[in-house]
């Protein structure tokens, strides 16, 4: 199941749950505006190379609509519409007042120089500046782009708008970016990480943790963890992976990555094949890499009790999706006959797949991977005022809108009978269809 056909399958079972009218819930999915780009570039040896750039703004009832840019080479419009949709439930979910959208360009960044990136990044700028906006939608960094991305994009959107370092997230804090940024998703996956293990009596100190992907979000919650007492025990990259049951040397992997441009090769532990790492015996795995890694064909052999999703879509519904009757904080639910036909289903016959059979509790990624946007929304807010904040009050409210963020995807949970994920979504689409109707949709 590709990741548009993934995500919206999960917003109709939320809608679903909600009993959405069916005119809104087909407004609620298609987007507010599909935009797609060329790019030519002269390249460093002269000769002209095209790329094609898109930018999907999905809705905007909340706010500006916001979403990251990703380059890489495989981009297309469904990954994009499913990431800029995704963006309008997550931006629910944190309660901030934003909409979604996701944008991206079709190339493998490794393959260019440093002037070629500014180039594409100064071209698919001008094509689109005039699309995006301070109050309109707000970019921000995401795969193979970067604080410097965002620089070359604010930089380019000036000379057609005036100095407006509000109009992209994720920025140096030399040009208006937030102290705290760089750490934020990792740390939002903490803090989420947090909250679902103090339900079940449990803290990090002491758990086992397996991360797939070393990336700036992996690394971070890697080194989060391991500095609140978690035993990272195995990480793989795009390079490898290594494993060590008494707990890696994180701060000694991140330099060896640093000077190695991965982690293959690193002697605290024995390496092993990436393919393997999902399934390593821990109590909680964070995939967060790719989105689908985690589907029916390897879900029978996580042994994982909890996944935390820091990656966007890494769970196919084929391997998650959970009968209503098997949420943890239903309460006076009758039993739910099951089937075999999810779509065809009465509300209360969701068909029960591998991992919920297994018991794995997923913490779904438009909540655990939110604390990236959430930081951005900060920064967004710090630029608007031109006031900066100190990095322990960007900490310290970002803890605050986890937190709040579980305990209100909880209580969706126990309202709708329902798994955390259908919990965040049914959250998510609430909000975006509350805010629709007040703003005025009719049937």
């Known amino acids: ?32 505006r599909e935009i797609k780009v060329e790019c030519t570039i002269p390249k460093d040896d002269g000769t002209l190379a095209s790329y094609v750039g898109f930018r999907v703004q999905h809705d905007n009832a909340r706010g500006p609509m916001k979403g990251g840019i990703r380059y890489h080479h495989e981009v297309d419009p469904d990954e994009v519409n499913a990431l800029a949709q995704l963006m309008t439930w997550k931006t629910a979910v944190a309660n901030i007042p934003y909409g979604g959208a996701k944008g991206g360009i079709g190339c493998s960044p490794g393959d260019l120089s440093i002037s070629e990136l500014e180039r594409l990044t100064r071209v698919f700028t001008q094509k689109i500046h005039d699309l995006i906006g301070i109050h309109t939608d707000v970019p921000a960094p995401d795969m193979g782009t970067n604080s410097q991305t965002m620089a070359w994009i604010l930089d380019e959107y000036s000379k057609f708008h005036g100095y407006s370092p509000a109009v992209v997230t994720g920025k140096p804090v030399d040009l208006g970016g937030s102290l705290g940024r760089d750490a934020a998703t990792g740390r939002g996956v903490l803090f989420a990480t947090e909250a679902l293990l103090a339900e079940h009596g449990k803290g990090i100190a002491g758990q086992r943790f397996v991360i797939q992907g070393f990336g700036n979000v992996g690394s971070w919650a890697a080194q989060l963890i391991s500095e609140a007492g978690g035993k990272v025990i195995a990480i793989s990259d795009v390079t490898g992976a290594v494993k060590n049951s008494n707990g890696l040397d994180i701060a000694k992997l991140m330099k060896h990555s640093s000077e190695n441009r991965g982690i293959k090769g690193f002697d605290g532990g024995d390496a092993i094949d ?25 879900a029978n052999e996580i042994k994982a009790k909890y996944i935390i999703e820091a990656a966007n879509h890494p769970t196919d519904p084929e391997a998650d999706e959970a009968s209503t009757s ?31 059979k297994k018991g794995v509790l997923i913490l779904p990624d438009i909540l655990a991977n939110s604390g990236g946007v959430t930081v951005s929304y900060f920064e967004w807010v710090q630029n608007i005022q031109g006031f900066m904040w100190d990095e322990e009050k960007v900490n310290n409210e970002l803890k605050t809108y986890m937190t709040r963020g579980f305990r209100d995807v909880k209580e969706m949970c126990r309202s709708h009978h329902c798994d955390l994920r259908m919990g965040a979504f049914t959250l998510g689409v609430n909000r975006v269809a509350r805010a629709t109707v007040l703003r005025g949709w009719e049937a």
């Open 1 to 32: 199941m590709n990741a548009l056909a993934a995500t919206s399958r999960n917003f109709k079972q939320a809608a679903k749950l909600l009993g959405l009218d069916s005119k809104l819930e087909k407004s609620l999915l298609i987007p507010f």
């Open 274 to 298: 990436p393919r393997s790492l999902l399934t390593e015996e821990c109590d909680v795995l964070i995939p967060a890499a790719l989105g689908g890694v985690i589907n029916k064909d390897n």
């Open 326 to 356: 098997d949420s943890i904080w239903q309460t006076n639910t009758p039993t739910a006959t099951k089937c075999t036909i999810c779509l065809k289903c009465s509300l209360s016959e969701f068909l029960l797949q591998i991992l919920s």
